[in-house]
């Protein structure tokens, strides 16, 4: 044990026990601060291309969503919004221009994720019977502005905000058409809901991470015919191998500062190594065994 001491002073004077420390020391801070810097990003990531699909999870089908769901999303604690999306033709009082445009039907509480945007920079809501949100292209094609009332099938609505964003204007169909967004109470008076409509009917979940998961598997296993589970990875292609890149791109990051990390250790592993080789060829011409020698090294720490 004195000699053991007395070696591991020795060694503290020459450096190696200390640069050994300061490497392990930079390369577990390194490690951590990576995988939580990646993980941090992931999840940045993550909640803004959610934002795209105004949820964290959307049942695509092409019937309304059965109760099913929409009770087990409660008992989960989790938001829910509904929307119809549909294209149809939208017309002056008089009839005298017309437009084909994507309507969607939207319940209160919609969107989940993101916001609406509006051409007059405030916050509107919620969309009240009888009112509608509308894009500009609409207001110079029929001639109309805001306070003015439109035709939509049987209903009468007035135009009561202009968006310039929506968050999942990307995921309707016939994309390019202007987009009007009505109450949910408003549909059926509309009279446009009837035998072989093109309507797509979309429920939209949000919430934590755990109750998510839950609801996925659930979902996964009730799931039936013209029923699709969308994340925005499916819905949104681009945005799937946007984020498989990024991901790519952490992960690289995170194993790139290991490896710098075991080079440190590795270099100054080395050093110290190569000071003690004269010292164990000594050991051993003075008599020593291997197990000796091991066991002197290892009392010094």
């Known amino acids: 044990m004195r000699l053991a001491l007395r070696w591991l002073l020795q060694d503290l004077k020459a450096g190696e026990l200390t640069v050994m420390a300061v490497a392990l020391v930079v390369a577990v801070a390194a490690m951590s601060s990576v995988g939580f810097f990646t ?12 934002q ?7 049942i695509n089908a092409d019937k309304p969503v059965p109760e099913l769901f929409t009770a087990e999303a409660s008992r989960l604690g989790l938001s829910q919004a509904k929307t119809a999306t549909f294209p149809s033709m939208t017309q002056t009082l008089d009839g005298s221009k017309s437009q084909l445009t994507t309507i969607k039907a939207v319940s209160r509480g919609y969107p989940l994720r993101g916001e609406l945007q509006f051409t007059d920079g405030k916050r509107h809501g919620p ?9 500009s292209r609409l207001l110079s094609i029929l001639g109309v502005g805001i306070g003015d009332t439109i035709g939509l099938g049987h209903a009468r609505l007035r135009i009561a905000a202009v968006i310039s964003r929506e968050p999942d204007s990307s995921t309707d169909l016939a994309n390019l ?3 009007i967004v009505i109450p949910e109470e408003d549909l059926a008076a509309t009279g446009l809901v009837q035998r072989g409509s093109r309507i797509r ?9 755990a109750p998510i998961d839950t609801f996925r598997g659930f979902t996964k296993e009730h799931l039936g015919r013209g ?3 969308e994340d ?3 819905a949104r292609p681009e945005v799937r191998v946007s984020l498989e890149r990024s991901e790519r791109f952490l992960k690289l990051s995170a194993l790139l500062s290991v490896f710098l990390a075991a080079a440190a250790l590795g270099l100054a592993a080395r050093r110290y190594v190569d000071r003690h080789l004269d ?17 002197l090294f290892l009392r010094q720490y």
């Open 39 to 50: 993980g941090r990003v992931q999840t940045a990531l993550a909640g803004e291309a959610d």
């Open 52 to 58: 795209l699909l105004a949820a964290d999870l959307v």
């Open 127 to 135: 969309l009240l019977p009888g009112q509608v949100w509308t894009d």
């Open 177 to 179: 058409f202007p987009h």
């Open 201 to 209: 009917w979309r429920l939209l979940i949000a919430g934590d991470r």
């Open 227 to 229: 029923q699709l589970l």
């Open 232 to 234: 925005v990875r499916d």
């Open 279 to 295: 010292t164990v060829a000594l050991l051993r011409t003075l008599g020593l065994t291997q197990r000796q020698i091991l066991a």
